[in-house]
């Protein structure tokens, strides 16, 4: 399925197969189009982004719920915040994605006490802003430390989908998102993200959310 991501700073977009095939499929899908239109379009390249994501990628509506409860009150031992994902090469024998040290995520947590956890199951294509909601205080309180997150992954492996369990976290201010997948179904992987990437995740897939227990009430 294609998913269109935009290139970092710096970088040029690569294109598989399928990305060439479906952009090609588009370009034939075009209607006949006027060429004061077309240049409108041109000169207007941010608004014809937004009109494209909306008609191709449609996401939640507001209050539409994006999350179903799948496995509730799972526990998390106590974590003293000394553990970091970029130096967890025991449990994620698989990879670690260099950007938690290249973003500085690499830094030591708080303590926290022990936590009961929820998994959840994506229920409609979202953004991890509508996964997690947004502001502050919603924020943190759906935050997990990442010593809770290595805990998790540890303790309750079996309940990880295999391409990807979202976890929201906070380094230097800073929100995060830790995606952890199996590399080969035998050796754990973790990737990281901004929260504030605006990517579509697709609901089909079926990806799982761990968030703190009290972190979607009022």
């Not at 294609?2 to 040029?12: A, D, I, N, V």
């Not at 943190?140 to 997150?149: A, M």
């Not at 989908?161 to 995606?179: C, D, M, N, Y």
Request: charged content about 25%; overall charge positive; some cysteine.
């Amino acid at each position: 399925m294609f998913r269109w991501r935009k290139p970092k700073k710096g970088k040029t977009a690569m294109f598989d197969n399928q990305t060439k095939k479906f952009c090609s499929a588009v370009v034939d899908a075009l209607p006949d189009i006027p060429e004061n239109l077309m240049q409108a379009w041109i000169e207007s390249p941010v608004r014809l982004q937004e009109v494209l994501k909306t008609a191709i990628c449609p996401v939640a509506e507001a209050g539409q719920p994006t999350l179903r409860l799948l496995i509730p009150s799972l526990i998390i031992p106590a974590t003293d915040g000394r553990q970091t994902l970029a130096l967890a090469n025991a449990v994620f024998t698989g990879w670690i994605d260099p950007d938690l040290k290249n973003w500085d995520c690499d830094l030591p947590d708080e303590a926290r006490p022990e936590t009961a956890v929820n998994v959840h199951e994506l229920t409609v294509d979202a953004t991890f802003q509508q996964m997690f909601g947004e502001g502050k205080v919603r924020l943190d309180k759906s935050c997990l430390t990442q010593g809770q997150i290595i805990q998790f992954v540890t303790k309750y492996h079996k309940h990880l989908h295999p391409h990807a369990t979202f976890f929201l976290f906070k380094s230097h201010g800073e929100f995060f998102v830790a995606r952890v997948s199996w590399y080969d179904f035998r050796r754990l992987k973790v990737n990281v993200n901004h929260f504030s990437d605006d990517y579509v995740r697709l609901a089909d897939h079926h990806y799982r959310v761990v968030l703190p227990q009290l972190a979607l009430k009022p």
